[in-house]
């Protein structure tokens, strides 16, 4: 047990995290250069101003005329996307453990009200997975990496939940909950997950395309 | 998803598509979509593709998945799951069928509105990806027919309608002719260097609407514009290559445009009442040219129209009495943001306007645009039963009163008046040109 | 009747002389609770202090309970009556103690390769 413990919380955190941040920025320099290559405009056509306006209307629940078309998924995405960085970010445990191996450390949640963005991102995936099953034209775009990587979010939460509540074979589970963070922060850079990088960029481009050129709003 | 496919594709009787398929190999469908996907699908169609979360949030922006009672086939992300996604997740190894029912939905089950992009969270431009699936097409020689006709006119007259340089002069003498007997001393000035304005319109105008040319003439007169129109090709500002994918041939055409007008050294280019020319010129033609705005400053007719007025160079004499509504044109208002000085004219034109829902930049599309009405007879009736939430719209709003659409582009008004018809909507569609002529001070 | 009543009178006296043992008692410690921490996020460590030297073989107070003068240890004196906290200080931000604490326990466990490393195994609920 103290040589796997070791090995996840040793060295496959350094793993996790290079190849996340060396991932996103390999990711994001790459991206900037096939577009300086390929679609050199973009940059011309970026307008800092139309830019964050758009972020700023689509980061705004119900800052657009679809989140108010979709009030459910609007508040569940919201909460989702809120609670799946403010929880781990901030969460108790995860801040000891970073304080003891470097020393540093930073404002943290209580621990009810990490379980309650534990059960927020539990819950949301389970809808996330249902609204993929049942909406039609939700289902008809899904392949088999879309509940792949659904998994691969709820995993960490799920097993997280399990070991703090210490439920049977909570060891196990912390084990894999361990793991399975760290296969979630390597995914990011190279899954859909990227969103996450290139999220501000897209949305970044249209609202210029939209504000700058064509004197409309993207929202 | 193979088999539907298959089955779908075997129905198409499209010429240009039947015609086109017969002529490809797998090896050569391969190639070119390679060919395209690296030369030309760069950092933009890699994130687009890459990010896509399948989150279904954009079908409900488009009005073919609405008017298919919510199909997810036609839904946007729908029609790039079944062609974009497919191509690059077989790496161009797609059959022929595939090829021609991929051909067949981007050009005639996506107008190409944008409605969708302004519904996806992460700002995809789905618009973009479907044209990137008619510049495959267009390379591999599978375009619909109707709308490769305009394009093959474009290249050999440089204007969409096949109209002889002799009979665009005669069209316009024509015009100046009728107009006289309403005003003497109306002149349409061709080829007048270093006019204020260069006035140009689409293929169409001279070839069946020349009226729009007239009443035009009788704007410029009554504002006392300093304006002109070439004698030459360049005269036309559409541009069906932009929808078939051919941008080669879409830069010459904006090249000769801008050309004319440099030629005859004019302050700004007014654009006639379409909204294709309006996105060619103003916002894509130009960049396939280098040029990050267009060279010479463009306005759209609509903008025009509402300087003319707030600046009391255009006079109304009497408003128009019956209620009217207001269409926004996709490329005149999510391509230029024009719907409250497009409502601006139509207020101080019109005694009662209507607001159809939804509006302005959420406007639902006429079903016309992106070409899909330039695919001809063979789409006709997809291209209406695509559009049945469009013909809903519109009874809301004649239910409330409006007896006339005010639709500032030509391909609404043929989108709308097909909807409207088989509807048996009983609505009648005008331009702003036309409004302002019927209701403005003229010299007695 | 009577039987019932002294079963019951010695049953109080045996837990009350049990509870003043156990709380007196320095060498039969059974959790590590420190009084500092005011607001607790997790049951207190669970601490059998004369089974827990014995197995690990400890036999030096100081290991443990060490004392500093002047950021120097100083050797052959203990602090086995003073609280952690009494030098350690919390200065509203109880996570430097927190981490004393875990590095005093786990860290030590992790050296030796023996004895529990996940939260739930000492903060048992």
Known sequence: ?219 | MAESVKNAAAEITDAGIVGGAAKLTPEKIEKVINNVLKAEGGARLKTYVDICAHCGLCSEACHFYLSHDNDPKFSPAGKVKQTVWEIIKKKGRVDVEFIKRASEIASTECNLCRRCVMYCPFGIDIAYLLLTVRRICHKLGITPQYIQDTAHSHSATANQMWVKEDEWIDSLMWQEDEARAEIPDLRIPLEKEGADIFYSVIGPEPKFRAQLIYQAAVIMHVAGMNWTMPATPGWDNSDMCMFTGDFEMMARLKKIHFESAARLKVKKIVMGECGHAFRSVHDVGNRALSWKMPPIPVIHAIEFYYELIRDGKIKIAKKFDKPVTFHDPCNTVRGRGLHEMGRYVANATCETLIEMHPNREHNYCCGAGGGVINCGPPYKMSRIDGDKIKAEQLAAVKAKGAQTIIAPCHNCHGGLEDLIHHHKLDMNIKFLGDIIYETMEKPE | ?125
Request: aromatic share 14%; with cysteine; proline share 4%.
């Open chain 1, 1 to 219: 047990m103290h040589d796997i413990y070791d090995f996840v919380s040793g060295p496959m955190v350094w793993v996790s995290l290079i190849i996340f941040a060396a991932g996103c920025i390999y990711r994001f320099i790459s991206m900037a250069l096939l577009a300086k290559e390929k679609d050199p405009f973009l940059y011309n056509y970026m307008s800092p101003y139309h830019a964050l306006r758009s972020i700023f209307h689509w980061l705004t629940p119900f800052g657009s005329e679809n989140m108010r078309k979709n009030p459910v998924f609007t508040i569940v995405a919201f909460s989702f996307h809120i609670c799946v960085v403010i929880a781990p970010l901030f969460l108790f445990a995860h801040i000891i453990l970073i304080k003891q191996s470097w020393n540093v450390s930073w404002w943290f949640i209580s621990d009810t009200m990490a379980d309650i963005m534990t059960l927020i991102v539990i819950a949301s995936c389970v809808f996330f997975l249902i609204r993929r099953i049942v909406r039609p034209e939700v289902k008809f775009l899904t392949s088999a990496s879309d509940y792949i990587i659904l998994a691969m979010v709820a995993a960490p939460f799920i097993t997280g939940f399990w070991t703090y509540h210490q439920f049977a074979g909570c060891r196990i589970m912390g084990i894999i909950h361990i793991l399975s963070g760290e296969i979630l922060l390597a995914a990011i850079p190279f899954t859909r997950l990227s969103h996450m990088i290139f999220f501000p960029i897209s949305r970044g481009y249209i609202g210029s395309e939209f504000g700058a050129i064509r004197h409309a709003k993207d929202w």
């Open chain 3, 1 to 125: 009747m009577r039987k019932k009543t002294w079963v019951l009178c010695s049953v109080i006296v045996l837990s009350i002389i049990f509870l003043f043992v156990t709380a007196y008692s320095q060498d039969n410690i059974k959790y590590v609770q420190d009084p500092a921490f005011t607001k607790r996020m997790r049951p207190a460590a669970v601490f059998n202090h004369d089974e827990h030297n014995e197995n690990a073989s400890i036999d030096d107070c100081s290991t443990c309970h060490h004392f500093y003068k002047d950021k120097v240890k100083v050797e052959n004196e203990t602090s086995e009556d003073m609280k952690c906290s009494e030098c350690h200080k919390i200065d509203k931000d109880p996570v430097p103690l927190i981490n004393k604490y875990h590095l005093r326990c786990k860290g030590c466990h992790e050296q030796e390769k023996a004895g529990p490393l996940m939260c739930s195994e000492c903060h048992v609920k």
